[in-house]
């Protein structure tokens, strides 16, 4: 098999970068550096599929206190309902006894 080599013209400061690689070879510093490449964007998708699933986690968490949002909310409508009503019956209470105590009283007085 025949190998079929490319020549790579590469900036200045690339060159540079990759001589401050250790290796006694342009070869095995280019690829020392390649490799560190590799190890990084490797370390980079794994930061962000973390930070991915951090934002759905949030999100979910969003989700949630927009619905305990919604149940307070209704529980709140219920709760003034239900004073409405218990205003309602103390009302009653307080007209029911005071037409208990004028028919006492008029019942006392025609004795």
């Given at each position: ?12 400061d690339v060159v540079e970068t ?39 986690r949030k999100l979910l968490y ?17 709760l003034d309902e239900i004073f ?28």
């Amino acid at each position: 098999m025949a190998t079929q080599v490319k020549t790579l013209r590469l900036p200045e400061d690339v060159v540079e970068t990759i001589n401050d690689f250790p290796g006694s070879t342009f070869t095995e510093k280019f690829v020392a550096a390649a490799r560190l490449l590799g190890r990084d964007r490797e370390e980079l998708q794994q930061q962000l599929q973390n930070m991915e699933q951090e934002k759905q986690r949030k999100l979910l968490y969003l989700a949630d206190l927009g619905k305990i949002t919604r149940k307070k909310e209704n529980i709140q409508c219920t709760l003034d309902e239900i004073f409405w009503k218990m205003s309602e019956v103390q009302r009653m209470c307080k007209t029911v006894q005071d037409a208990t105590s004028t028919l006492v009283a008029d019942s006392s007085h025609s004795k």
